[in-house]
């Protein structure tokens, strides 16, 4: 009754997404975890439960996928499952043909086909989604019913919904309004709007052009003020009271299976008017190069990268820049943090980067608010500000970063490993491939002559807690 889904990308957000929408409104059997990270320390929280009560889906997916399955087979192993049992602990999502599907057949892990030629960014209602959220115990019939229901109203010329969404996506994005802001008001769909940024940004950010999501906590959250270039989107029904939530121009609401099926099709309405293709990920593989030539796993040896001194080192915080000055010969990490808001280019944003553990440095998200205060009182024009988790943006909205308009900055964390996992068959640590996934794209995003700092925190808990010091 632990389910433990090891998948990268849109899969993984939309189970997360079932899940925590169906454990909201009824409750579940069993409990749902999704590890799309290769960090160290959330993965040893998640090994450190009952793994005589877990199983893991494995849905596809690249090297986080690959190396957590090779984690879990010894972690199984040293808990006293024997070969057949453990191999039996895994169920495999995946094409009928793909390498996975006979790596899975000759382990005797149980199999799933998955639907062929799917992207995983539009598969919410696909096997890939679906088979973990069905184990945990979500009503997957149900979603698949709402979204049925909605498809007589897709095939109608006028009073169409996502018509009308594509239509809004795709206009805010050619006319100027290129951020597309979102925030939830009680949709009780909890996880939704994770989905939604890495639909928006992967399928319609490229060759130039696209679509920013900034999630925000709420319509009263720093960065949900109107301003030019933001389109604005509510989440269930606008507040009746006066304010930033009732003055936005769109909301969306409706059952969670018919919202994956609306914004999958207003994507694709989207990339049509945009004349890009929703379903290619032509710069994702930039990053995965970069990343593979870190690890150099063909010669068998570890990861090597060039470390280069800190520009600012503050208490447990170092921060590091591409070249000498950027910081502006910040003397403080207030001032440092203020010198990366003002290298954001002007009607641009600036992504922050956290590859650490979404559980025990939880606390890493709320940097987003306060940076955006922050930028509006540092800058004539405010900046937009977005969050994402490493390594798990480089799937959703890494596609936009290194293939949209071209206007970001980057703050990217890393932090200090404190308990590191081993990979099984593998000359590197899950520590080891985390730093080479944040190293691998960040020498990508730098040489695309965008602005990226990188801040390391040497004790996690203390650094988090200077940023925010340092902002408040």
């Known amino acids: 009754d632990r389910v433990v889904l090891a998948t990268a990308g849109g899969a993984a957000l939309a189970a997360e997404a079932m899940y925590r929408s169906a454990s909201r409104s ?37 090297a986080e996928a690959e190396s957590l399955r090779r984690v879990f087979g010894r972690a199984f192993a040293e808990a006293g499952l024997d070969g057949a049992e453990s191999a039996r602990r895994f169920v495999v999502v995946a094409e009928e043909d793909s390498a996975l599907a006979r790596d899975a057949r000759e382990a005797g892990h149980l199999f799933v086909p998955a639907e062929p030629d799917v992207d995983g960014r539009f598969g919410a209602l696909g096997a890939r989604a679906l088979v973990a959220a069905a184990l945990a115990g979500v009503g997957v019939e149900a979603l698949l019913d709402d979204a049925s229901r909605l498809t007589a109203a897709l095939r109608q010329p006028y009073d169409n919904p996502a018509l009308a969404l594509g239509a809004v996506l795709a206009a805010s994005a050619a006319g100027g309004r290129d951020k597309l802001v979102i925030a939830d008001h009680g949709s009780g769909l909890d996880g939704f709007a994770a989905w939604a940024e890495q639909l928006v940004g992967g399928a319609l950010g490229k060759d130039g052009k696209g679509l920013l999501p900034v999630v925000v906590e709420g319509v009263d959250a720093p960065g949900f003020e109107l301003t030019p270039d933001l389109r604005r989107v509510i989440l269930g029904r606008r507040p009746d009271e006066p304010g930033p939530g009732r003055e936005a121009g769109v909301s969306v609401a409706g059952p969670l299976g018919a919202q994956f099926l609306l914004w999958e099709y207003a994507a694709a309405v989207a990339a049509r008017v945009l ?20 690890l150099r796993s063909e010669e068998g040896t570890a990861p090597t990268v060039v470390r280069r001194p800190p520009e600012l080192v503050s208490g447990a915080v170092e921060v590091h820049a591409a070249a000498e000055g950027a910081l502006r010969n910040a003397q403080t990490l ?44 540092v800058r004539r024009h405010p900046a937009p500000v977005t969050f994402g988790w490493g390594p798990r943006y480089l799937h959703t909205v890494g596609q936009y970063h290194k293939g949209g308009p071209g206007n970001g900055a980057f703050l990217q964390i890393t932090g200090d490993v404190a308990r590191d996992v081993a990979v099984p068959g593998r000359p590197y640590s899950l520590g080891e491939l985390q730093l080479a996934q944040a190293y691998g794209d960040l020498r990508v995003v730098r040489s695309l002559g965008r602005p990226a700092f990188r801040v390391h925190l040497r004790d996690r808990a203390e650094g988090l807690a200077q940023l925010t010091g340092a902002l408040t």
């Open 334 to 377: 207030t001032e440092a943090l203020e010198a990366v808001l003002e290298s954001v280019p002007e009607g641009g944003y600036l992504a922050v980067l956290a590859y650490l553990d979404r559980a025990g440095d939880a606390a890493a998200a709320r940097l987003r608010p306060l940076l955006a205060e922050r930028a509006a009182k």
């Open 275 to 294: 004349s890009v293709d929703p379903f290619d990920e032509p710069d994702v593989a930039q990053s995965e190069a970069s990343t593979a030539a870190l």
């Open 26 to 62: 009824a409750g579940t059997p069993a409990e749902l975890v999704v590890l799309d990270t290769t960090d160290p320390h959330e993965v040893s929280g998640v090994l450190a439960g009952d793994l005589h009560r877990t199983v893991v889906v494995v849905a596809d997916g690249g």
